[in-house]
């Protein structure tokens, strides 16, 4: 396939392409570069010829319809979004802006490409949101696909608006959707801004950890890359109008991942150890949710996949992926937001 991937130089969106052009793929890399991208993120893939890249912003109509016209993909992975919850409490106007409005315009350009090309059936449009527009759970049960939506912040209120986007131009207009809402992420690349790569580099720089509350809010964490291979597969092989819950069966309080990445430091780095005196519980973010946890069994059962990596060797593998690459982590921290507390309300 020609596959046209938004947000390819983000955290998630590198890793689906660079799986995909090693496997095969062609991949038009659509990102704006804003604060979180970064292209080094997909340099191992740059010089081959099944890539391009194209630096544009989804809301620009006249720009996408030139990308849909100059490379006419067979199928688009649409991951560019405003994804942080701490920012879009502080600014919510450029989350709707992007994930709803930026939504509404590539859904647009895709149908008007997919009608010229003479709608064939084989054209995939694949929405990728987040398991965060269910809202929260307590001690007990899983989201599924039929959970009400019940969006708790900014972010996740964006996403959610872009998802029922995406089921309605499929109910109107026909135009072959599949979606996908997966748990939290983790793996290399990950900005640091996210909870799993402050924690690393707050404590390798013998830092305060910071940690939301008490600790006690549940996660399902997904190793970046077998989110990846999730998303080729559903793309592939799901059913059209089909959503697809993305889960990694590793649910964690924050407090035991926190302590969990302190332990890991603790081998890699013992001279600083013990990592846990770093540990220091801050005021918790406004309207945080308490659990998130994903029903894996759809795309288990109809597609036949699971997570393959664990979260404690997902973590081993994070811890020394940052280790070994400051290359690439030491220049983000000048970048804006990073560094500081956001989302204080």
């Known amino acids: 396939m020609k596959i046209l991937v938004t947000g390819g130089a983000g955290f998630i969106g590198s890793a689906a392409v660079r ?3 090693s496997r095969g793929h062609e991949v038009v890399n659509l990102d704006a570069l804003t604060y979180a991208a970064d292209l080094r993120n997909v340099e191992e893939v740059a010089g081959s010829p099944l890539y391009a890249f194209e630096r544009a912003d989804i809301r620009d109509r006249a720009a996408l319809d030139r990308i849909f016209a100059a490379h006419r993909p067979d199928a688009v992975m649409h991951l560019a979004a405003e994804s942080h919850v701490d920012r879009s409490i502080d600014g919510p106007a450029t989350f709707v802006e992007t994930n709803v409005m ?3 315009h590539l859904l647009e350009a895709a149908r008007a490409h997919w009608v010229k090309v003479g709608r064939p059936e084989s054209f995939r449009f694949h929405h ?3 398991d965060e527009v269910f809202g929260s759970l307590g001690p007990e049960g899983q989201f599924t696909e039929e959970t009400p939506y019940d969006p708790r912040s900014p972010y996740s209120a964006s996403k959610a608006g872009s998802d029922h986007l995406v089921r309605a131009w499929h109910e109107t207009y026909g135009l072959p959707v599949v979606l996908t ?3 939290n992420n983790y793996g290399p690349f990950h900005f640091p801004e996210k909870l799993i790569p402050v924690v690393i580099l707050n404590a390798l720089h013998g ?7 008490a600790g006690e809010n549940v996660r399902d964490w997904l190793y970046v890359e077998d989110h990846a291979d999730a998303l080729l597969l559903v793309l592939e092989k799901g059913r059209t109008g089909r959503n697809y819950n993305i889960g990694g069966e590793n649910e964690r309080r924050n407090i035991d991942l926190v302590r969990t990445i302190c332990r890991l430091l603790d081998d890699r780095r013992p001279d600083a150890a013990p990592h846990e005196r770093l540990i220091e519980f801050v005021t918790d973010r406004p309207g945080h949710d308490a659990r ?3 029903d894996p069994s759809r795309i288990r059962d109809e597609l036949g996949w699971r997570p393959s990596v664990t979260v404690e060797e997902g973590l081993a593998r994070t811890v020394d992926w940052y280790l070994g690459n400051e290359w690439w982590w ?3 921290m000048e970048r804006d937001g990073v560094g500081r507390r956001l ?3």
């Not at 830092?207 to 509350?213: A, E, F, L, Q, T």
């Open 19 to 21: 799986l995909a052009v």
């Open 102 to 104: 930026g939504t509404f």
């Open 128 to 130: 990728i949101s987040t």
């Open 181 to 183: 809402n997966c748990s």
């Open 207 to 213: 830092r305060r950890v910071p940690v939301y509350g």
């Open 292 to 294: 998130y946890a994903i």
């Open 330 to 332: 030491r220049p983000l």
């Open 343 to 345: 989302g204080t309300g």
